[in-house]
């Protein structure tokens, strides 16, 4: 039976084009790589005429030897020299590639058995799912003439206009932060970062709460805190019934209700949540993609947090872990088409400082995340501090056999001023936004629908 999974006279073809014209491999080098070529002969070949392409360098016998070194093999060049080359270089190119993946199929599904036998039947399945994801979803570099760029932002804008909206992305809920980022857009690396504590995980569910109230999707990964958990704080924010009295069940009958039905409204939305423990960025591909595939409604993805995802083909410190991490995440939103929400804590010695307002190099493990995300956002209540002391003070003053009015220090207030602070923004203003911040509904909520005329950057000279 013939072999349909390779073809030496394709390959020799392609290679005499480029050699016989060395300007028709600025067509081929967005299709091919060197692995593409079964023949590791051919492949070699290809490889050098790539290394002298980049060099500006003739791509002839004498150069190609010299750039092969000790891989120099007479007969396959001969070989390649004896073709005429005289062929539609792309269509050959692209007859190839469809060869290249038709054996890289037969190689997943040849180690199918074994990923099943090695592997949980839910982690076989995702990786199987990805490794056929990174195959049909492998692209040409996105290189786009005026035309088509000056067209797609054209439809773009009169499709804002016909909407009447005007967010390029989908809203955020908060009319004042959609004011300022044009919502949360397709493609876009989002971060929201806070010390513990701060409340970036209610932040973020709220931004959860409103999309699916507008009727959209989104897939929640958890790796702080299970399902449950995460719900407990979402019929909080729904229903503004107390947090603590959800958790403890002191409810009566109709609170019962209330909860009944916000459980109703929910469930019947498109809220999917993935709480292991356990997660990489390959995971969240596979799964974010079987979703999509699934359902077209799913509009926004949220991470909680980069810090907990783990990734095994990364290894050194964890700041390296992070950077790439970071950078795998930014590559997929684009690559899917949807805005992803990471969470990240902040390092711990901005606590030290006087002013403790977070700004971009407080950045916990990876200036990386700075650099890759579109979108960077601080949630900060300085009460928080304030109340930290408090509590110091009290415990300090116990040890010491004092007496003290905890009142007199710090009193508490359920609902709290915060600021979100837009630390980054690749399309538009930098500022802090006020909020109030309600700890016993998981709520937070815009104060004033200003922005303050003031840089991130420059707000450790306040206070």
Partial sequence: MQDNTYSYDIEISILASVFYNNDTLSDLADILRPEDFYFRQNGDIFWAMLALFNKQNPIDEIFLASELKEKFNKEALDAVLA?????????????????????ALLAIASSVPQTINELAIKDAIDKISADIFNLTN???????DAKE??????????RLKEEGRGLIGISSGFTELDDKIQGLKNGDFIIIAARPGMGKTTFALNIVERVLKSKQGVIFFSLEMPAVQLMFRLFSSYTSINLGDIMKANLNDDNLETLSQTADEIANSDLYIYDSGNLTVHMVRAQLRR????????????????????NSSSFGERHLQIADISRQLKLLARELQIPIIALSQLNRSLESRANKRPMLSDLRESGAIEQDADIIIFVYRKDFYKEQEAK??????????????SEDIFKAEEVEDAEIIIGKNRN????????????????????????????????????
């Fill in 83 to 103: 073709s005429s080359g005289m062929i539609d270089a792309q269509k050959y190119a692209l007859m190839l590639k469809e060869l290249s993946n038709k054996r």
């Fill in 138 to 144: 492998e692209k040409q570099a996105g290189l786009k």
């Fill in 149 to 158: 760029a000056t067209s797609q932002a054209l439809e773009t804008i009169k």
């Fill in 291 to 310: 979703l999509l595939q699934k359902n077209a409604n799913i509009k926004l993805c949220v991470i909680d947090y980069i810090g907990l995802m783990t």
């Fill in 392 to 405: 110091e003070q009290i415990a300090k003053a116990k040890l010491e056999g004092k007496s003290i009015n």
């Fill in 428 to 463: 538009g203003p930098t500022g802090v936004l006020d909020f109030t911040f309600d700890k016993t509904k998981s709520r937070f909520l815009a104060k004033i629908p200003e922005i303050k005329a003031v840089q991130t950057q420059s707000l450790a000279d306040e206070d």
